[in-house]
Structures are given as structure tokens and as C-alpha cells.
């Protein structure tokens, strides 16, 4: 089983006893067909410090990091194009669940991360994110990167994640790296079908070699 396959099973499996069937079968929805970049970060991180790593110590907490991107994406997503404005008959509908779904995503993915020591960088990101949001309401924002915050932050989050759960901190390069990672990330990953580059795992290393 590949890395992508782990973190969307592990995000799909946190969400299954999600109530009712309806919203459970949105949130599949969301996740059969993402790309679970931010997720296979997590545990790519984890496995270069430790390549012995049983991989499933670290599903929970790629999912945790997944869920949290695809409600926060969903969120942005919502906001931008507030969908009660020009909604259809019925549409409407649709729009009330997308905004229940972004929660359950945001709150179920803080949930894996609570106990783990990912939980503050967790709570970062979503402040982070609402700030973000807020400031680009202003006349002169500068939106595009406002919102690519959300990416760069969530990169960072699974390298922290990945790290944290074979001991020790991520040193700042490494959280720069992982910035420099999302820079092109769009909720997909170019080269189609291709989640990171072959040689991630071992710039991870390299630069985790001072970690605390």
C-alpha cells in the first residue's frame, strides 16, 4: 500500500462513523478523490527520520493533518464564493452541508491531533488561517497570497506531525522546506499522480539532522 492510499484511508476510516448518512457520504466524497499531499508529508517526514517506522504509528496523525486542510479548504472555498448568494432552488441545501461538512472535517482532524505533540502547531493553523481571512476583506489585501498561507501552514503542520512522532522538534529549515513545498500547491500536485518529488524523503533528513 503506497503512502497516498495510507493517508486517504486513514482520513476516510477517522470519518465513518460520522452521522447522518447523508454528510458522512459528502465527506467521502471529498476525500476519494483528493490529493493527500499534506497527509503523505507527514508520514514521508516520519519514515526519513526513521525508516524502520511502523508506517500506521503515523496514519493518525496524516489524517489529522488531511482533515484539517480539506475543512479549511472548504471554508476558504465557501467564503469566496458564498454560494446562498446565487444558489438555485435547492442549491442552498447543498451550500448548509458544505459549511457542516468543512466543521466536522476541521474538528475531527484536531481530534486525531489533540494528544499528540502536532496539537499546538493544529491550533496555529486554523488561527492563522482566520486571521488570514479577515485581513483579506481589506481593500488593498493582497488575497492570492493570503490564501496560499493556508497550503504553506499546513505543509509545515505535517512536517511537525511527522516529526514529532519519532521524537524531537522539526528545525527551521526544515519548516522553511516544507514551505518551499507548497509553494505550487494547489489541493493537487504536478506532476499528475506524482504526491512529492523522490528525493523529499532525503532533504528531510538532511535537514532534520540538528533537530531538538
Known amino acids: 500500500m503506497d503512502d497516498a492510499v495510507r493517508a486517504r484511508e486513514a482520513a476516510r476510516e477517522a470519518l465513518a462513523d460520522v452521522e447522518p448518512t447523508r454528510l458522512r457520504a459528502v465527506l467521502d466524497e471529498r476525500?476519494?478523490?483528493?490529493?493527500?499531499?499534506?497527509?503523505?508529508?507527514?508520514?514521508?517526514?516520519?519514515?526519513?527520520?526513521?525508516?524502520?517506522?511502523?508506517?500506521?504509528?503515523?496514519?493518525?496523525?496524516?489524517?489529522?493533518?488531511?482533515?484539517?486542510?480539506?475543512?479549511?479548504?472548504?471554508?476558504?472555498?465557501?467564503?469566496?464564493?458564498?454560494?446562498?448568494?446565487?444558489?438555485?432552488?435547492?442549491?442552498?441545501?447543498?451550500?448548509?452541508?458544505?459549511?457542516?461538512?468543512?466543521?466536522?472535517?476541521?474538528?475531527?482532524?484536531?481530534?486525531?491531533?489533540?494528544?499528540?505533540?502536532?496539537?499546538?502547531?493544529?491550533?496555529?493553523?486554523v488561527r492563522a488561517f482566520g486571521r488570514d481571512q479577515t485581513l483579506r476583506e481589506r481593500p488593498d489585501a493582497d488575497e492570492l497570497a493570503l490564501d496560499r498561507n493556508l497550503e504553506e501552514d499546513v505543509f509545515e503542520l505535517a512536517v511537525v506531525a511527522g516529526t514529532t512522532a519519532v521524537g524531537g522538534d522539526p528545525p527551521t529549515d526544515l519548516l522553511a522546506y516544507a514551505r518551499e513545498l507548497a509553494a505550487d500547491y494547489d489541493g493537487g500536485f504536478p506532476p499528475a499522480g506524482q504526491a512529492l518529488s523522490d528525493g523529499t524523503a532525503d532533504?528531510?533528513?538532511?535537514?532534520?539532522?540538528?533537530?531538538?
Request: no cysteine; net charge negative; proline share 3%.
Open 31 to 125: 476525500l476519494v478523490d483528493a490529493a493527500v499531499t499534506p497527509g503523505v508529508l507527514a508520514i514521508v517526514t516520519a519514515r526519513a527520520l526513521s525508516p524502520d517506522l511502523a508506517v500506521d504509528h503515523v496514519e493518525e496523525r496524516a489524517a489529522g493533518v488531511q482533515l484539517i486542510y480539506e475543512g479549511l479548504r472548504l471554508t476558504r472555498h465557501i467564503a469566496h464564493e458564498e454560494p446562498w448568494l446565487t444558489a438555485a432552488e435547492g442549491a442552498d441545501i447543498e451550500a448548509d452541508l458544505d459549511v457542516l461538512a468543512a466543521d466536522v472535517l476541521v474538528s475531527r482532524g484536531f481530534s486525531l491531533l489533540s494528544r499528540t505533540e502536532a496539537a499546538a502547531a493544529a491550533v496555529e493553523v
Open 203 to 212: 532533504r528531510i533528513a538532511t535537514l532534520s539532522e540538528e533537530r531538538v
